[in-house]
């Protein structure tokens, strides 16, 4: 399989992974509380804080196709067993034990990035650089990253206006 055709693969496979776990984990889910809302309204805009729903796990399941990489050798590109938080489109998965404030605001972060590029664009970029830089040189984790610094140390920014700039929209 050539590199663009495992791309294309892999990303088809994330997507309906990330859309079958949203629908697992979505009634279970919650929307922000008060407290959450009122600590992201200064960053995220209200359509985003509507959409947002929070579901704590034990752990953030893996994808069931990595069985299928395994057979085929193909090297894993991202162990979700040691994650705290995850996205799932619009609902977040925090790891119990682990429901910071900064690991929520890291994760809605990735909504907005999703939000303003669509699933599967995000998916194709996120995967394409993940494969060639690993996951500390993701663009999308570099600004999350980089805006939950912000966050525990500013007052009040927009994280869509600093990406729309950022992907040049």
Not at 91 to 106: D, P
Not at 145 to 168: A, D, G
């Amino acid at each position: 399989m050539e590199f663009d055709e495992f791309k294309s693969y892999l990303t088809q496979k994330f997507e309906e992974w990330l859309y079958q776990q949203r629908e697992i984990y979505l009634p279970q889910a919650r929307p922000l509380s008060s407290q959450e809302r009122s600590r992201m309204s200064r960053y995220f805009e209200k359509r985003i804080l509507d959409v947002t729903r929070v579901a704590t796990v034990g752990q953030i399941p893996t994808p069931a196709f990595y069985d299928e990489l395994r057979k085929r050798e193909i090297p894993i590109l991202m162990d979700f067993t040691s994650a705290v938080g995850f996205t799932l489109i619009d609902c977040v998965l925090l790891r119990e034990g682990f429901e910071a404030t900064s690991t929520l605001f890291h994760e809605m972060v990735h909504i907005v990035q999703a939000d303003l590029l669509g699933v599967k664009k995000l998916l194709e970029l996120y995967l394409s650089d993940l494969a060639k830089n690993g996951y500390q040189n993701v663009l999308f984790e570099r600004q999350a990253y980089r805006l939950t610094t912000r966050f525990t140390q500013e007052k009040s920014f927009s994280v869509r206006e600093i990406l729309e700039k950022e992907f040049s929209l």
